[in-house]
């Protein structure tokens, strides 16, 4: 079983950033590791994934060019960079782990996810 406890999450002006971080424990972890977001009245939008054997990393177009997936495997932690935050940022943002995933953009995919983490972008 693997538990994901993410941090990080806090209220920022619109243009700021913020840095979230996600480890997974239970134990090591070297799969995909990424991240969702959800605000209220909507379903849950992907933002972005990592793939921990190859590095390939897959980005909403939302946040393309303005956030970075990274990941440590040895501590089993993803980070997200968020730059140039908008107010449209503002969501509960969940990290996410999955073995195996086919379709990276999909909720349903993903087998751990963490309890989450305010991001609120005031404008």
């Known amino acids: 079983q693997v538990q994901l406890a993410e941090s990080g999450g806090g209220l920022v002006q619109a243009g700021g950033s913020l840095r979230l971080s996600c480890t997974a424990s239970g134990r090591a972890f070297s799969g995909y590791m990424g991240w969702f977001r959800r605000t209220p009245g909507k379903d849950r939008e992907f933002v972005a994934v990592s793939s921990g054997t190859t590095g390939s990393t897959t980005y909403a177009d939302s946040v393309k060019g303005r956030f970075t997936i990274s990941r440590d495997n040895a501590k089993s932690t993803v980070y997200l960079q968020m730059n140039s935050l908008k107010p449209e940022d503002t969501a509960v943002y969940y990290c996410?782990?999955?073995?195996?995933?086919?379709?990276?953009?999909?909720?349903?995919?993903?087998?751990?996810w963490g309890q989450g983490t305010q991001v609120t972008v005031s404008s």
């Open positions: 996410v782990a999955a073995s195996r995933v086919w379709d990276k953009d999909r909720d349903s995919e993903y087998d751990y």
